[in-house]
């Protein structure tokens, strides 16, 4: 159990040193909130994550919370591919293999909502209602 509180402390300190919430520039006019090694989190990137994670990125603690917790996730993924390489391979592997079934979903779910038809007009619903009047 110490060996995995020295984990989340290590964790901490490494996001810590390297989160930089520095409101800097890169590219064009994109802003980089955090960074841990090589991995940069932009503004744009953080506010999609934050949206579809059910944060609401106009609450400043939530969006301080965020931007730590992608700090710590970074930091856990350096430590595991440096110190546990088999680990790492395992779980970036799964990654891809997820990726696909979630660009597989996010297709369906593209093309049904352009095949759903969702004006009904009044005809339709009388029409209806005086077919399945039992």
Request: glycine share 4%; hydrophobic share 35%.
């Amino acid at each position: 159990m110490n060996k995995f509180f020295k984990y989340i402390y290590r964790a901490g300190f490494i996001a810590s040193l390297f989160c930089l919430c520095l409101l800097s520039s890169c590219g064009e006019n994109e802003t980089i909130l955090a960074k841990v090694g090589d991995v940069e989190l932009s503004e744009n990137d953080a506010q999609t994550l934050m949206k579809h994670l059910g944060y609401n990125s106009q609450n400043k603690e939530e969006y301080n919370k965020f931007i730590q917790e992608w700090c710590e996730n970074e930091a856990f993924k350096n430590e595991l591919k440096m110190e546990y390489p088999e680990r790492w391979n395992l779980i970036r592997l799964r990654s891809e293999s997820f990726s696909g079934e979630l660009a597989k979903y996010h297709i369906e779910e593209i093309e049904l909502k352009k095949s759903l038809d969702t004006i009904v007009s009044r005809a339709e619903i009388e029409a209806y209602y005086d077919s399945h009047k039992d």
